[in-house]
């Protein structure tokens, strides 16, 4: 069908982006055609959103930009597709972007039924619940009868209608698709609390009037790893990806930064050099280019690096490593060994 | 033209022989490509591990609802949960079709009004609200309404029992008791028997010539009898009155604003349009008719009745019908303001069980169900109307 | 001999003053009557409780050219929320620099708009002009030829895109309809059965689940590895939409057609596509005009709907911009912004195809 832009006339041919067969691997696409074309939120503070000139920006958008670096040398070659929570899946299945990294979580059921596999998780999240300051309430328990402004399109409508039954509680959902209304609404009144993931809580609490007004309950209801997902049964893309997240890790466990590397280039560590591609061999293995992982730290950071610059605490989401610390530090990220 | 009868037509030149290859090609065209699209669809569900079917519609839905008019839970399965957003889409659809005809005639015929400010301020009205996008227009609505409206907690207390806050309006209702299934019952039977009341008075009319004065019977049997009933079945006067518990109402009867802004914004919008069809039906009408009909003798409410009326109805209904239909199909915006429409309920049926092919067909077929049997109905109404060509 | 008055024609009687001028008009339209003149006195004393406010919210206390901060601590209407995001408002993520292109775009459009107003200017010639210029259009928004940089389909949004689905969705939607239309008069049944069924089936359905369906199902329809972008699916999903409303409104032209025309070119000898081509098409689209003029106006404000599908037209970049936690209060400036630019567009287009219907009708 490569035809197809030979058939159709000029003018529709230019909105018309046919991309090879994907059989034939995501890498010799993406390579064909010289970019990535990512999913993501597009209305994510801190996750994925463009700034006022246009730049996305976020922890998902270098996750995607960190896999350009990998495979082009370059992080900025690299197209963005705004996805709802709706259509994320089905954007990835029929080929329309190379990889989704658009906060979704990782569960047995996406992971079979619908035709995808999760990578490395970028994000450790659960799912929480955000309420204003005055309404005094200190834990989610006490929220029997409450109107709850909950993001569709999620596990958070399952994981709050679950949470709610088990406590005995009644509730009243209000569900709007759009985060940015679903956020007026709250900020205005409309609901005693809002769920979703805590992380995007963070977000939404950051963008509010007055910030300080509302507070994070201690409850964390569910689990929620966000992982870069790609389609099923492409093994090479799928590592690709998935050592892109792992590298970025790896990176910030051998102190290796951005403003560092290319000192550690000289580095006598061979655990470095085989990471740096000093000593070669990962590069290869992964079909790509001996420097990738050099590339990714060099142009996007280690994850350290990102997470803090994205949602860090010096961010209005001022989130706390948690969870996301890495292993040594009491967290859950945690990297294969790079040989 | 120098073919004769008996010379045969070429069969590229033979109409209908021609007619029968184009259907066939037709039949093949479009035959060919279902074939391909569901022959790809199938191999992409096939090559995606997606699962395909109906069988989620048993299974455990397992998310809340906000507005349900059956008893509903998450413990419920999806084909309820859809049920739960039909009947939702139903309800906003039908009040909002009554609104927008009572306020779409008054505003078309203000719009011919004598008054000149009261025919600007409609022609400006009509201008407007149909000039700007209804899904605008909603987003409009609902913002007004939560950052307008306070919190519960400082509810605005219209009457004793009725508060108005951005959890929307909240008013007691009596509580459920046999009586009312008496009222009901008595309800009914006024209907029947006004139905044959009109009919004899009708006859009564056409043999006689005296007139019945059916609507103030009519009007008389539709309150007394369902309060005798009320009376009968013991005169129940318990109340649910809304309380103000923890963090909102409990008791009485809400309505959330996201019904509100949704039944407003299509009822203000429809409505304009609805306007211009009443206006175009009453203008169709000769004056003359009006005058022959006040010179015979006809009373001026016989005359709305008899005469104009039923002319101009039949210049409105079609297009009645079709503003109706565009009000059901509008409905559907309420997903964008948060509002459990059917649209709204599919789409969260799509997200957790992935089966978009099967959400979105399920989509369509009911708002074909709501169109069809719209239409059909109109269609039958129009008939009964249109004029009997004599 | 007694002096009588001169005679004075009816003409020198002057009317009593409260018959003409002023009095005359106000009494006339506003006091003809207890009910008339109650109606006119609710009507000015809810316009005098409802225009002073509106006006001193809207203008006397608004502020322009003003940070956030400023509009939160002042009491008006805060129209800094527009002026300060317009550009994206108006053009979504298109590059900052290369903003004139699609402003040009624009501009060409409403002047070919403006130009075709004028029924004298209906030459074939207009037609290429058209063609030419929405052409030039697509080459300004996309680029990549000329010298001019290639712009991403994905970064278009705004005014621009909202314009180019719903004038471009037209044109194309058009020969659709047509051919839906002839299909549906069709003497042949298999035809006009396909035809029929497409027409009420798109018609029983909203816009939002033909959207969805491009959305979300469509890509499931392609063979594997073809991809069809975001913005040309949604487009897709307008011009299939567009088509069966344009179909009805082509059958009623056809529908009106005399049955003479067809006999009158049957005996010419004429075919079918001649009859239609040169007969009957001729006749009936000229007399559709004016509905066609509604059908693009309410494909006009239907192109809002691709909010729900996340593509950034005029109303998601507003929101977006609403999103901004600087901004987020004004909610109603930037919606009554975006309902001016809707208003003002249709207002033109409904006054036109009103006054194109005048003139037709004293055509013939």
Known sequence: ?339 | MHSTQAEKVPFLRDPDKLAILYQLLTVIGVGLLSYYLIANTLANLERQNISTGFSFLEREAAFEIGETLVTYSAADSYGRALLVGFLNTLIVSFIGIVLTVILGTILGIARLSSNWLVARLSAIYIEVFQDIPILLQLFFWYAFFYEILPGPRQALSLLPGVFLCNRGLIFGVPVWHQGFQYAILALLLAVVLLFFLKRWAAARQAASGKIFPLFRVGLLLVTLLPLLGWWLGGAPTAMSVPELTGFNFRGGLSISPEFTALLLGLVLYTAAFVAEVVRAGIQSVGKGQREAALSIGLRSGHVLNLVILPQALRVIVPPLTSQMLNLTKNSSLAVAIGYPDFVSVAGTTINQTGQAIEGVALIMVVYLIFSLSTSAFMNWYNKKIAIVER | MPQTAPPRSAADVRPPVTNIGVLGWIRANLFNGPLNSLLTLTVLYLLWQALPPFINWALVDSLWFSSSEECKAAGGACWSVITANIRFILFGFYPHDLQWRPLLGICILIALLLYSQNRRHWRPSLAWAWLIGLFSMGVLLMGGIFGLTAVESTNWGGLPLTLLLSVFGLTAAYPVGVVLALGRQSRMPVVKSFCVVYIELIRGVPLISLLFMSSVVFPLFLPEGVTVNKILRAQMAIILFTAAYIAEVVRGGLQGMDRGQYEAAKSLGLNYLQTMRLVILPQALKIVIPPSVSILISAFKDTSLVVIIALYDLLKTTQTALSDPKWMGFSAEAYLFVALIYFVCCWFMSNYSRRLEKELDTGR
């Open chain 1, 1 to 339: 069908m490569r035809e197809l832009r030979h058939v159709v006339p000029a003018v529709v041919a230019a909105f018309c982006l046919t991309t090879g067969a994907a059989v034939a691997g995501t890498l010799d696409d993406v390579k064909a055609k010289g970019f990535i074309q990512a999913g993501v939120n597009g209305d994510l503070f801190g996750f994925a959103k463009p700034d006022e000139k246009g730049v996305w920006r976020g922890l998902d958008v270098d996750t995607a930009r960190a896999v350009a670096a990998a495979v082009f040398a370059d992080a900025d070659k690299i197209k963005y597709t705004p996805l709802t929570a709706k259509t994320r899946f089905t954007a990835l299945q029929s080929g329309e972007i190379d990889v989704l990294t658009r906060n979704a979580t990782q569960t047995l059921s996406r992971d079979t039924d619908l035709g995808l596999d999760f990578t490395q998780v970028n994000y450790y999240d659960g799912q929480g619940f955000l309420v204003p300051k005055q309404l005094g309430v200190t834990s989610a328990t006490q929220l029997d009868g409450a109107s709850v402004c909950v993001l569709p399109g999620t596990t958070t409508e399952q994981n709050v209608a679950d949470y709610f039954r088990v406590q005995k509680m009644k509730m009243n959902p209000v569900v709007i698709e759009n985060t940015a209304e679903l956020a007026k609404a709250f900020f205005a009144g409309r609901c005693d609390c809002m769920t979703s993931d805590a992380s995007q809580l963070a977000g939404i609490r950051a963008v509010a009037p007055t910030p300080a007004d509302y507070v994070l309950l201690p409850e964390i209801i569910s689990k929620e790893p966000l992982a870069p997902a790609v389609r099923h049964g492409d093994n090479q893309w799928k590592d690709i990806v998935n050592y892109s997240v792992l590298a970025m890790i790896e990176a910030e466990e051998l102190g290796i930064t951005s403003a560092n590397i290319d000192e550690m280039m000289a580095s006598t560590d061979p655990k470095i050099q085989r990471f740096l591609g000093v000593s070669p061999g990962n590069g290869k293995a992964l079909g790509l280019d001996e420097k990738w992982a050099y590339n990714i730290i060099k142009q996007v950071g280690n994850y350290a690096e990102v997470f803090e610059r994205n949602v860090g605490v010096k961010t209005p989401l001022m989130l706390e490593r948690g969870l996301n610390a890495l292993w040594t530090n009491g967290g859950l990220m945690y990297s294969p060994p790079f040989k």
